[in-house]
Every structure is written in structure tokens, then in C-alpha cells.
């Protein structure tokens, strides 16, 4: 091909394309739709199956379509969502809800009792493998006595229940679309938007839902952008490609208060950093190695250096209404001298050598906490082999227990029994990661699910809080913020702890 | 046989060692589409939810079971769904396909159209300052990664001139070719930039080789210009070395350029790949290193047969 180029040609080429960049950029500049959201993220959602699920990335897009029963608002209080009302039984065994007449799925169809039947028993049913199940364990039978009222009959009392069933992971299905098979293939919830198209890990185009009972919509429609780099984001806010972005990277979202048009909402999330020890291994099985361990730790080093001081150090309760103050925990000031004396004590005068494994950008902190964690733990002799892994191998080497110490981001709940029943009690789901389980902790769950006094569940989860700290199997580090950032010209957006963007429902834009 | 038919033979025993590989290589990596779609969530599953998504999947079964089922799918045209997009493999890969072609095309022609003249100019200026400019440039193209360009490129933009394409999204050429060009122009360059460099040096050096040749003595010295000389006489006899190198670019540019793809948000092959491995879409991440190497497989013939229309001496497929 080259044979035959001469000069000219070349010089025509180069102007020619220099041409297109100049006419690309002015028609990339152009104003688009003012009604419309142009939104983006990095991560997009992976499926469309609201029960099964559980990703955040896929959460977030599915808030926006389907409602559960209820919803936590940003106070992470239990406000309607498909129910206007619900009360519980004196007894607790039994919780009655009473549904919105004026809720309807997108197709026109209202949302009757029978639907939130259906979508409970599909939730309940092993074979639609609903991780969510597990925390539905007390429902012994669903009924509905007449067309807005479904009352579900619980085994025991389980006051945790109503903030388990304020999750996207309960949402309710129409029931003709779980006869059909097709939850998962088509979205068609009775939320604020529409899913019109979806091309994965590229973008979704929504349009907002006129029938919604939750209210009047302020914008026309949401399109969504998957742009993999934050750094593309924040340059396509800056140049007003788009109105709206979710934020993953602490660094990133820094920078937008730079920017004179941008604002950034930061919101204390429940999601919790920690280093996890394994108390199945030698020798973080000794007590005072682990406490020896927690010591060591520098909370608010590790928050400032790993996460630009973008966060705040905590105990394991994270939620608002239950955290207690983290500087009266065990060892939450660090104590090298103590931490050295518990490691004598033990027998590891000399130290010891363990890995930690951490999951390539999962959270975008994860190496740069390991490496603080690293250099601290060297004070007391302990040396770490840092071992970085792809998302899937590290989920599957911590979900096996096979790991020394993994540096980690746990979800949170709005509610202390439903957050940590899988970890710290006999009979949870994941004691086979946590390895570590004693009476008293068991025990403090278990009265914790029963009370229904709002002081005194405070005060045994404050028990709970106080012993587990002392015990050390993990180590609690820092809850970090979510970051949305969004143009002057949006208004109305209320961020929650949960990280939803159900408040999207309620913005408009300026023009 | 000629050459091609059997060029053409060993394709199909490629493909399967291929597919092996793949299929092999994928499932022994730990972590599963399970854990993929759930997380750590996946540890709250019991054994009969497990075996319900297993079978969902089509993970229930032994690994033989599974590649035999798959290669049967593969002979009658079907490479199996994609969990992620519910939808036909080679549908999906078609539809990412025109993207990476013309990235692969374009950055071609911008490594083309830069590398070439350059080599050509530091040749005819050996030694002297000039060539020594070309040659730090060329340097420097190829050790800077092309993430770093990129980003620096969206950054002086957007925080420079207040622009930047329209990023997340692909018009294709004939619907909108200014927008198109818009949103491909910026990649095209970023690919390009490395590749120039290596164009630039590879044509250089093989430029020096030919201009020190008798032939183009005796060309000089029959009082053909300068120009004709280079342009005419050496130059295709330098080509062959750049043949080589672009066939082999660009068999890896239509396997997708995964972070030029990443930062510019362009739904190409690349990000098709690691997406669906990072969610262990089996017959997505099989599909898509089956197509990539076939693709590779028939540039590199052309690029053999590109030889012999370069260089009449070249006979392809006598005496090895």
C-alpha cells in the first residue's frame, strides 16, 4: 500500500482529519436535552433481577425501578414505599401492611396483595437462589385477607424483619411476570423510572414513570453512561457532557470542589473498612495476638494515608442511632507498648510472619490500607506478605476462610442484628469466614433480634459493640463517604447512607 | 496444495487448541460466575440455592460435559448466550466488532502517516541534529504508556479548552460520520502515538540499510533526484520490515485495546473481554478469544501474502 503515497496525499489526509477533530469537538460541545439527566458511573449494573442481585452496582440502577414494601429514608428511618402503613402484632409474630391503592407496576397493572405474595415466595423459593433468603427466615406463612392488605405470620419475633424488607433484594414483582418466567429478562417494577433500554457495561436510557404513586418526577428521563475511568468523568462534568456522576475514588471526588460549576455530596455510608484476622489460624487463634494486633493499628493513620483522611475511624456499628464514641473502644488509641507486651505475653516476643490479601481496586484503598497495615504491624515484629488479587479469586479465597488477614469493605445495614447475625452468631452464614464465636456475643444477638424497646436494643447492641472490639477478631478500621457529584444547575438531590439514588426521583434541573 | 489452502487447513486445528485453552483457563481460575454476580453474598447461599445457579449457569456439570456441549454449539454456528447480556455471543461480538476495526484502522493510519515520513526524514538526515530529534521523539512515543496519553489528552481538553467528545457510547461511520470521527479521532491518536514511534524506527533503520545498497548508487548516479530516489527506488524495498510490524499491531488492535478503550468509555472488544471475564461470562470470554484469534490468524496470512506483492523475489510456499 505504501507504494504510492506522495506528499500531497499525505498532506491531504493530515488536514482532512485535523478537520474532524475540530468538527467533532464543536458538535460534542452542542447542548443536549435540558430535561433529560445525563448521568454516568464507572460500574454498571450486572443484571436486572432485583432478588438476586446484590452487587451495588446493579442495586443502584434497580432502586430506580422497582419499590419494596417500604424504604429507609436518609435518617434511615422506615418511610412507605409500595405501603402506606404497617404495623406489627403485639406479640411480634405477626406484621401486617397495609398497600397504596394508587400503586401500579409500568405496564398500568396496580400492585395487589397477590404480587407481594408471589414475590415473597420467589424470594423464599431455594431454587431462584435469592441471597436475601436469609434474612426472611421467620416468615412461616403470607396471607391476603382483602385487595390492600397482606399480613405475613412469623415464627418468632424478628423486630430486624421490616428493615430487611426495605431493601431493592425484596422488591416486589408483578405475579404474572414470575408465572412467565421473565424477572430478570425484562424490568417491570412500580418505581419512578422506566428502563427503556439497556446496553451492559455501556449505557441505560430510563424515562421517568408519569403513574408513579410516589410523587411528580423532575425530569423527563435519566441516560445513564458507563465511563470506566473516574478521571473521564470528572473531565466530562467539567466540560458539562454530563449533569450527574456517582464517584467510587476518594482521589477523584477531592477533586470536584476544585471546580467552580460541580458540587460534590459526601455522605457517611454504613460500609466499613476492617482487617479481618482469622482466628482458625495459628497464631491469631491466641487472644493477646489479636488484641496484640489491634493495638498496633493506627485507625486514623491508615484513614489519612490510604484514604486522603476521607472518612471516619469507627467501631463495628456504623449506622446512625447505634455508633458509640470510637476512642472509648479497646485499644482505639494506639498503644505499641501494650501491643508488644500482649505479644510476649503470648509467646511471639520475636514476632511472626502471615499474608494478607486484598482485592485490586475493591475498594480503590484496599492496597494502600494493606501497605500502612504492613509497615505498622512491623513495629511488633509482625511481618505481612501484601498479596493482591482479582475481585473473583479474592472473594473466593475469603469466602473458603483460606486467608491469615484480608483487608476488606464489608456492607452495612441500617441495622445492627441483620448486618452482623451472619458473622457473630452460632448459627450464622458466614461463621466459616469469621471463624471466631463465644456465648456472649450469641447471646447479645439473639436478645437484640427479640427487644423491641428502642433504648434498651441500643444499650445491648453498645455490649455487643464493646465485647467484640475486646475479642479482636477483626480489626474495625474507618466508614469512608459516598460521592455524588452534580452541576449547579441540578437541584433536589438527597443522598442516603445507603448510597441509593432513589433521590434522583426527585431532582430537577435548573436552566 | 498451494500455500493458501494450506495456510487455510491449519485454521480449524488452531482454533481448537484454541478453545481448549481458553475454556480450560477460564474455569481453572478461582471464583466462579456465582461469586462474579454475588460477591461475598454468595457465602449466605444454601447448597440447594448454590446448585439452582450452578445448573442456571450451566456450571453443574463436568468440565468434559460442558466443552463437549459447547464445541457441538460451536460446529452448527452458535458460541452459546452471554449471561450478562442474554443474548447470542457472536451477536454481541459483531456488534462491538465495526468499533475496534475502525480504532484498529485508524490508529494505523495515524502511526502511518507520522512514522513513515518521519523514518524516511531521520534517514536522509543521519547523524545530524534533525535525525537526533526524530530519534529522542521516537523514544519517547514508545515508552510512554498509552493510559498516560490518553488521560493526558482528556485532561488538556477538557480542563484547557472546555471540550471533549461525547464519551460511553459509539455512533457508528455512516449513521453520523462527523460525530463518529468525534468520538474516534482522540483513541485513534492515543493508539497511534506508540505505534508511530515504532513505525518511526523501524523504518528508519531499514531506510539506512537500502540507501547504502548499489542499486541506489547506481539510481544516484544515473542523475535520478533525490526525491525519486528515495521515495521510488528505496523506499518499497524498506517496506517489508514495516509490513511485518503493522500486520502484527494490527492483529493485537482487533483483539480491542482494553485501556484506551477504558478511558474513553468506548464499548469496544477489549472492554468485552475483561468485562466479561471480571464477570465470568464463560461463553462470552470463549466467543470473544475464539473470534480475536481467528482475526489474528488471517492478518498474519495476509500479511504473508503482502510480502510477495512487495517484494517480486518472494515466492510463498516453495521450499518452505
Redesign the interface.
Known sequence: M??N?SAKQ?SG??SG?AL??A???A???GPASAATLRM?WSQDA??LDPH????FSSIRLLELIYEPLVRLDKDLQIVPAVASSWEFSADGTQLTFKLNPNAKFQDGKPVTPADVKASFERILD?????????NFGSIASIETPDQTTVTFKLSRPDVPLLTAMASINAAIVPAAEITAGSVG?KALGSGPFKLEKW?????EVLTANKDWAGGKIGVDGIDI?????E??IL??L??K?IDFALLNDPLVATLVPKETNLILNRTPVLAYHVLQLNPARKPMDNLAVRQAISCAIDRQDVLDTASVGEGKVTGPLTMPGYTTDASTLFCYKRDVEKAKKLMADAGFADGFSATVIAANGEPATAAAEAQVIQSQLAEIGVKLDIKMM??????????KGDFDMAVAL?GGRADPYSMYN?YWTKAG??Q??ANYIDDTLDSLMQKGREETDPAKRKAIFADFEKHLVEVSPWVWLYTSYSYTAQQKTVQGFVPTPEGSLFGLSSVSIQQ | MSYLTRRLLTFPLVMLGVSILVFVTIRM????AI????????????P???D??AG?FGIDQPILVQYWRWLAGVFQGDLGISV???RPVLGVILERFPLTLQLALMSM??A??VG??AGVFAATRNEKMSDLGVRIFAMIGQSTPNFVVG?LI??A???GF?????????TPFFEDP??N???M??PAITLGFAFAASVTRISRSAMLDVLSDDYVRTARSKGASKRSVI?RHA??NA?IP?VTLSGVEFGYLLGGAVLVE????L?GLG??VL?AI???DYALVQGCVLFIAFNFMVVNLLVDLAYAA?DPRIRLGEGG
Open positions: 505504501g507504494r503515497f499525505v489526509l493530515v482529519l474532524a477533530v468538527l467533532g469537538a458538535v460534542a460541545a454516568a450486572t443484571g438476586k442481585q446484590t452487587a431455594e431454587k431462584t437462589a435469592a441471597a436475601a433468603r436469609a429478562t446496553d451492559p457495561n455501556s449505557k453512561s458507563v465511563l470506566p475511568d478521571t473521564a473531565a466530562s467539567r466540560t457532557q482479582e475481585l473473583n479469586v479474592y472473594v473466593d479465597a475469603w469466602l464489608n451472619r452464614n458466614l466459616k469466614v | 481460575v478461582p471464583g466462579d461469586t462474579a454476580m454475588l460477591g461475598t453474598e454468595a457465602g449466605l447461599l444454601t440447594a440455592q448454590r439452582a445457579l442456571y450478562t447480556y442474554g493510519c495515524v502511518l502517516l513513515l515520513p488521560l482528556i485532561y481538553l477538557s480542563a472546555g471540550i471533549l467528545p461525547v464519551m460511553g457510547e459509539f462527523l460525530r470521527l468525534g468520538q479521532i482522540l521515495w523506499l518499497p517496506l514495516v477504558q478511558i474513553y468509555a464499548p472492554r468485552l468485562d471480571l464477570q465470568r512487495l
